[in-house]
T-cell receptor
Framework: QKEVEQNSGPLSVPEGAIASLNCTYS??????FFWYRQYSGKSPELIMSIYSNGDKEDGRFTAQLNKASQYVSLLIRDSQPSDSATYLCAVNTGGGNKLTFGTGTQLKVEL | DVKVTQSSRYLVKRTGEKVFLECVQD?????MFWYRQDPGLGLRLIYF???????EKGDIPEGYSVSREKKERFSLILESASTNQTSMYLC??????????????FGPGTRLTVL
């Protein structure tokens, strides 16, 4: 069974702080990694994708990938209350571009 | 922008009814997916399709079937709805290959309640 693990949280951070979200995966052959944000009652929306080891930055978001450790993370700088949501980690485990999703980490940004 | 639409945002059906959920994408994507999402269980893949008239079972296909007669449209069918199929249903689409084309884009979801 190919697995993607996330801490369910909630992770609480003060406004303006850095939020760090983590994800581990079991399939060493995975090539594509995604972070989605999901507000309550809404569908997931893509924040970032990452395919190579290292860091990828997009505005306040940085994705970090370490394939040797089978670990992917998402950093959110200058966290805002509007960042409060559930963040889903997804990994492409092959076979028609199927993604395996973690159960998500709930982030709460407090004023 | 990729647009994935689903036929209903909210749906209430009775046990034993046949239920159709439709999904349409406008990006000429080869792959389309149906998931259900339940609290504590995350997103679970029901079925996916990588081409017209082609389908493959996901992790939880029991009680569901699908149809893909046109590239842009993927339908999920509950042959005889049961209360344990009450859930949020999400459709997604993606291109084929890797390197940005495998990103899945989601529709707004259909919250189905079976009474």
């Amino acid at each position: 069974q190919k697995e993607v693990e996330q801490n369910s949280g909630p992770l609480s951070v003060p406004e303006g702080a850095i939020a760090s979200l983590n994800c581990t995966y079991s399939d060493r052959g995975s090539q594509s990694f995604f972070w989605y944000r999901q507000y309550s009652g809404k569908s997931p929306e893509l924040i970032m994708s990452i395919y190579s080891n290292g860091d990828k930055e997009d505005g306040r978001f940085t994705a970090q990938l370490n394939k040797a450790s089978q670990y992917v993370s998402l950093l959110i700088r200058d966290s805002q209350p509007s960042d409060s949501a559930t963040y889903l980690c997804a990994v492409n485990t092959g076979g028609g571009n199927k993604l395996t999703f973690g159960t998500g980490t709930q982030l709460k940004v407090e004023l | 922008d990729v647009k994935v639409t689903q036929s209903s945002r909210y749906l209430v059906k009775r046990t034993g009814e046949k239920v159709f959920l439709e999904c349409v994408q406008d990006m000429d994507h080869e792959n389309m997916f149906w998931y259900r999402q339940d609290p504590g269980l995350g997103l679970r893949l029901i079925y996916f399709s990588y081409d017209v008239k082609m389908k493959e079972k996901g992790d939880i296909p029991e009680g569901y079937s699908v149809s893909r007669e046109k590239k842009e449209r993927f339908s999920l069918i509950l042959e005889s709805a049961s209360t344990n199929q009450t859930s949020m249903y999400l459709c997604a689409s993606s291109g084929s290959g890797t390197g940005s084309t495998d990103t899945q884009y989601f529709g707004p979801g259909t919250r189905l309640t079976v009474l």
